[in-house]
């Protein structure tokens, strides 16, 4: 069965930090492009950022440059979102995907696997 599990969501104050990991088990995805997508209450799940399978290439949505940093271990099985400076309008639950093939996309029908989610919260 393949499982991606993600951590590190939680309650913060905004300008605070958190670091997202997504861990996958079952097969690797060590050559698959990957991404975060996250979704508010009432909002569909959108795009926040995209790393491909080598880790080179990267992508972020607008409203997030400068401010998240997208990584992998490969050698862990491991995607990492480094957010900083966050802001109330941040708040969602973030969902880490993995894709078919080397490449991301920021479209949410590219990807076949999907974890749970975590919970991010920034107060005001």
């Known amino acids: 069965q393949v499982l991606l599990v993600e951590a590190g969501g939680g309650l913060v104050q905004a300008g605070d930090s958190l670091r997202l990991s997504c861990v996958a088990s079952g097969r690797t995805f060590s050559r698959n492009g990957m991404a975060w997508f996250r979704q508010a209450p009432g909002k569909e799940r959108t795009f926040v950022a995209g790393?491909?399978?080598?880790?080179?290439?990267?992508d972020y949505t607008a409203s997030v440059k400068g401010r998240f940093t997208i990584s992998r271990d490969n050698a862990k099985d491991t995607v990492y979102l480094q957010m900083n400076s966050l802001k109330p309008e941040d708040t969602a639950v973030y969902y880490c995907?993995?894709?078919?093939?080397?490449?991301?996309?920021?479209?949410?029908?590219?990807?076949?696997?999907w974890g749970q989610g975590t919970q991010v919260t920034v107060s005001s």
């Open positions: 995907a993995a894709g078919g093939g080397p490449g991301y996309s920021t479209s949410r029908y590219a990807y076949s696997y």
């Open positions: 790393i491909s399978g080598n880790g080179i290439s990267t």
